[in-house]
């Protein structure tokens, strides 16, 4: 059975594994973690990150690796409707994240 994480604790538990790493003798140690986000569940877990925007090069399969570890021990609680819909208006939406960028 896999552990109930939130997103703040997949996210240190990243950074953690990151930084503690002796992986091509640490050249990937000063790689920021890259955000954890929800997603439906797709048989393995029910979040996932993506790599791209914030391993350095050489070191996204590292990175993947680490991620795909967590996928396999950690999942979301599941989230109540309240809680989705929350989620979903704190971020606004499209047009709220393009009025905002112009401004």
């Not at 208006?89 to 960028?101: A, I, Y």
Request: charged share 25%.
């Amino acid at each position: 059975m896999k552990r109930q994480c939130t997103l703040e604790d997949i996210h240190a538990e990243m950074q953690r594994r990151i930084n503690a790493s002796v992986w091509a003798n640490g050249y990937c140690r000063d790689c920021i973690a890259p955000s954890p986000y929800r997603i439906p569940n797709d048989g393995v877990s029910n979040w996932t990150a993506t790599v791209a925007s914030s391993a350095k090069p050489g070191c996204e399969g590292f990175v993947l690796g680490i991620i795909a570890g967590l996928r396999d021990e950690c999942e979301l609680r599941p989230e109540s409707l309240a809680e989705s819909v929350e989620r979903l208006l704190v971020w606004g939406g499209w047009s709220n994240w393009t009025r905002r960028k112009r401004e």
